[in-house]
């Protein structure tokens, strides 16, 4: 029974944190802030589940946590390839020389 008040402690201790690292991500100053806190989110989901199995004596959620931490893994990876992709658009833009105003002044003359 002592057991059972354990649980839902720490179930509702990790749903706080869990909205606090959603507020981060939806806040994050830097792109790599959003991304640690999608990744900590997913784990803190993936602890939940843990927990939910010991405390409803299930076994299959354990396997709904495997299934589910392979999902975020593979989530953190796809947005940050996109990240990458979406910085490396702005600096190859960035490094390109303005091609508007080449060879001379701006009377026709050379």
Avoid: Q, W
Avoid at 38 to 49: K, L, Q, R
């Amino acid at each position: 029974m002592i057991y059972h008040y354990i649980y839902i402690t720490i179930l509702l201790i990790l749903a706080v944190m869990l909205f606090v690292c959603l507020a981060r991500a939806i806040r994050g100053p830097r792109i790599a802030d959003r991304l640690v806190s999608v990744n900590m989110m997913g784990t803190m989901v993936m602890v939940m589940i843990a927990v939910l199995a010991l405390m409803l004596n299930e076994g299959y959620l354990v396997d709904v946590c495997l299934v589910y931490a392979m999902i975020s893994f593979l989530s953190v990876v796809v947005l940050s390839k996109v990240y990458i992709g979406i910085y490396e658009e702005k600096r190859h833009k960035s490094e390109e020389p303005d091609t508007g105003n080449e060879g001379g002044t701006s009377d026709g003359n050379i």
